[in-house]
DNA sequence: CGCTTCGAGG
């Protein structure tokens, strides 16, 4: 006999409790009559018309924990206490309900659970990303001798791949395997996912290659592995392949192949892809959105990213940090702190992601002033002690000059991991800090902490900014010692090291005994090393190779032409310039800002634009009568940074980081340290006269240019003429 | 079962 029957044949004066419930919950339909339920036409514990479906639909009307105790506490009048059916809807609910910690209490209460009951609390332990709760709860499942069954292993592979706890997946595969699971798609797509997590791309393809009938969720999952692993063209095959499969793509398919676009860099693509999204009717899928705002983002599309923007509707964290990121990757610092700002005025909570992007912006800036408001607000925020974002403040305090504070950061971070290390390094090597960065070194290792490549490329530049040569070659050569491959970077630091210090010859042969073919950077830092020491050859050498591999970069040309200028061989000035203009390329001009107030003023070369631009160019004039009565002389020959504009220069040199200067000196009390940011490098003459001027007006005039800061104080500088 | 924002440099 079917329990339906006896339950409501033994106690059917009890029945009408579940009649007011419903009542109160507004349960759409309503069992008057309850006569209605006294046939035997139904007869399993999930038909309409048994207490246990009674029950279960009730439950799924419940919205809060005391709802479900109350229902629960009738479970004894019906002698149901001990029904698996109902318990697991119990537990399930409570799982949706988040109220995990009295779904197990039921879970922990019933005398012998068998699986669905186990499946019920896994899955909610899952579903709220409490990993190690499901591995705990498969581990004494195995142990109570319950066997998994297929509902079970997606939710334990899940676990496995977020904890990367690798060994237990093993043991899942193998258990999947013996339970003969190789046709259950649903199982088989846990076990891509688990083992792309894992970092193993390859055991992943083998599984999915496996798979006789893969559906979108397979093919998502081998998608999103390869572009998580750096292969997004590997991804967009696949996701061609799918496509002519005949497996229809569904919009969190088409999240995974935005970003593969994304990464490739490539506008056209992601524009047709753009159109697949509007063709397949998704385009007002939310999160598709954001991952087609990030992408054109990405692509350096931001007024496209800006309008997908400001069309959604609702403005989630998400789409706020892909709008924000968006900015700073291209450069445009202030848009990013403006919609940083929009965002806090529109009481939308940042998350860390928000911080770091916020902080990237400021360090791009090189606001001093605003870097310390960046830190105000982190230091009160829940993320004060996040590492990702201190470890962009590391980053962001020595963008903006101040090392001291980038250091106080450093040091209040507990368990500084490899990059925390490396980002304190860098900040060494941007202020040509040799000796502080490898004593850093020194503590890095006594931390054990291995270093990477990263760190590495740190300490060479370090070296290579404050002349330790020797230093700088043990570094380069002691990385394999640490099982790190050199990059084109690291070997173009070395380069520099070399170059920096005239050895140019030895940095030549260093080129020509590299085990791989020498890069753009490589002959790059080659280039500037001729540059300097004016060796013509070796300089047209370098350049040629350069402009085989990277013709578009104009920065390499002013070089050169910059080096035949030097040399007075104005016949190679005239070709380099032809050169350019056949490539239409135009020099980027020079642009230095000051901040005054917490307002940043701009000044280009020759400027005249500003509103006191009488006082800052009488300034500039009686500095250059005091800096010539020191008997300083600028050397016209390496004063030719624009070249057009070469006959005009007066003895008045009135190169963009003077002017910014000059404004400072007019508008800052006596004393006041001036701080700089400049687009290109620090051209010879100015750093000389900066020096000077440094020591004329007993300022500190701090720098920042296009390469590293320089510290001007009392007469010289701090990167000691090396730069 | 699968997805989107994200740190040090170039």
Same mark, same amino acid.
């Given at each position: 006999m079917s329990s339906c029957g006896i339950t409501l044949q033994q106690r059917p004066c009890r029945f009408f409790w579940p009649y007011l419930f419903f009542r109160s919950f507004k349960f759409e339909f309503c069992y008057s009559n309850p006569h209605h339920f006294g046939n035997n036409f139904y007869h399993s514990s999930d038909s309409p018309g048994s207490l246990e479906f009674l029950y279960a639909s009730l439950l799924e009307k419940s919205t809060e924990r005391n709802?479900?105790?109350?229902?629960?506490?009738?479970?004894?009048?019906? $002698? #149901?206490?001990?029904?698996?059916?109902?318990?697991? *809807?119990?537990? %399930?609910?409570?799982?949706?309900?988040?109220?995990?910690?009295?779904?197990?209490?039921?879970?922990?209460?019933?005398?012998?659970p068998y699986v669905s009951l186990w499946n019920a609390i896994i899955m909610g332990y899952s579903t709220h990303n409490m990993l190690d709760k499901v591995v705990d709860m498969y581990w004494r499942m195995?142990?109570?001798?319950?066997?998994?069954?297929?509902?079970?292993?997606?939710?334990?592979?899940?676990?496995?791949?977020?904890?990367?706890?690798?060994?237990?997946?093993?043991?899942?595969?193998?258990?999947?395997?013996?339970?003969?699971?190789?046709?259950?798609?649903?199982?088989?797509? $846990? #076990?891509?996912?688990?083992?792309?997590?894992?970092? *193993?791309?390859? %055991?992943a393809r083998v599984v999915f290659d496996g798979l006789n009938r893969k559906n979108v969720v397979s093919w998502t999952s081998i998608i999103s592995g390869y572009i998580q692993h750096g292969h997004p063209v590997e991804a967009l095959r696949l996701f061609r392949d799918m496509r002519g499969s005949g497996v229809k793509p569904d919009w969190i398919s088409l999240v995974s192949v935005g970003k593969a676009y994304s990464d490739i860099d490539d506008l056209e693509q992601g524009r047709c892809h753009h159109s697949l999204v509007m063709k397949m009717g998704l385009e007002f899928e939310p999160d598709l959105r954001i991952a087609l705002t990030s992408l054109y983002a990405k692509c350096g599309q931001v007024m496209a990213a800006k309008s997908l923007f400001d069309q959604m509707k609702v403005h989630n964290v998400i789409l706020w940090n892909a709008m924000i990121s968006g900015f700073v990757k291209n450069g445009h610092a202030?848009?990013?702190?403006?919609?940083?700002?929009e965002m806090i005025s529109k009481d939308i909570q940042p998350d860390a992601v928000t911080l770091q992007s916020a902080v990237l912006a400021t360090a791009q800036l090189g606001s001093l002033e605003q870097a310390r408001l960046m830190d105000f607000y982190v230091k009160n925020s829940q993320f004060r002690d996040d590492v990702f974002v201190n470890t962009a403040l590391i980053d962001m305090y020595a963008k903006c000059g101040n090392l001291e504070l980038a250091r106080q950061i450093f040091n209040q971070i507990s368990n500084k991991d490899v990059v925390v290390w490396s980002s304190m390094i860098m900040g060494y090597a941007l202020h040509g800090l040799g000796k502080e960065a490898a004593d850093l070194f020194n503590e890095m290792k006594h931390a054990r902490v291995s270093p990477n490549n990263v760190t590495f490329l740190g300490l060479i530049t370090a070296c290579s900014h404050s002349g330790l040569i020797d230093k700088g070659w043990e570094f380069f050569n002691s990385m394999k010692e640490f099982g790190i491959q050199p990059s084109q970077q690291h070997y173009a630091g070395v380069v520099d090291l070399l170059g920096r210090a005239g050895c140019v010859e030895k940095a030549y042969n260093f080129i020509t005994a590299m085990p791989v073919q020498p890069g753009v950077s490589v002959w790059g830092a080659l280039l500037s090393a001729c540059k300097t020491y004016r060796q013509v050859a070796l300089a047209e050498y370098a350049a040629e190779r350069i402009f085989a591999l990277d013709p578009l970069n104009i920065g390499h040309y002013v070089q050169l032409s910059n080096l035949y200028a030097s040399s007075r061989m104005w016949d190679g000035v005239a070709k380099v310039r032809v050169l350019m203009k056949k490539k239409g390329l135009n020099k980027?001009?020079?642009?230095?800002?000051i901040e005054i107030n917490g307002k940043l003023h701009a000044f280009r070369m020759g400027d005249k634009t500003h509103s006191r631009s009488e006082e800052i160019y009488n300034k500039l004039e009686w500095l250059e009568t005091r800096l010539v009565e020191c008997g300083f002389a600028p050397d016209k020959e390496s004063a030719l940074h624009d070249l057009d504009e070469e006959e005009k220069e007066a003895i008045l040199c009135n190169h963009s980081e003077r002017l910014a200067i000059a404004y400072g000196l007019i508008s800052t009390a006596p004393g006041t340290t001036l701080r700089i940011t400049k687009n290109l490098r620090a051209c010879v003459n100015c750093h000389s006269a900066t020096k000077l001027i440094s020591k004329l007006v007993n300022r500190e005039i701090v720098v920042r240019d296009a390469k590293r800061f320089h510290h001007f104080k009392n007469g010289s500088c701090s990167c000691g003429d090396y730069w």
């Open positions: 709802h479900l105790k109350q229902i629960h506490s009738q479970l004894y009048r019906h $002698g #149901l206490q001990s029904d698996g059916f109902v318990i697991t *809807k119990f537990i %399930r609910r409570g799982c949706d309900l988040t109220e995990v910690e009295y779904a197990r209490q039921l879970f922990d209460e019933f005398p012998e195995q142990r109570g001798l319950v066997s998994p069954d297929p509902r079970t292993f997606p939710h334990v592979l899940k676990a496995c791949g977020g904890l990367a706890a690798e060994e237990i997946g093993l043991a899942v595969h193998a258990q999947i395997f013996r339970h003969g699971l190789e046709g259950d798609v649903v199982v088989q797509n $846990g #076990l891509v996912a688990f083992y792309v997590k894992c970092g *193993k791309i390859d %055991r202030i848009e990013a702190l403006d919609l940083f700002y980027v001009l020079g642009c230095s800002t």
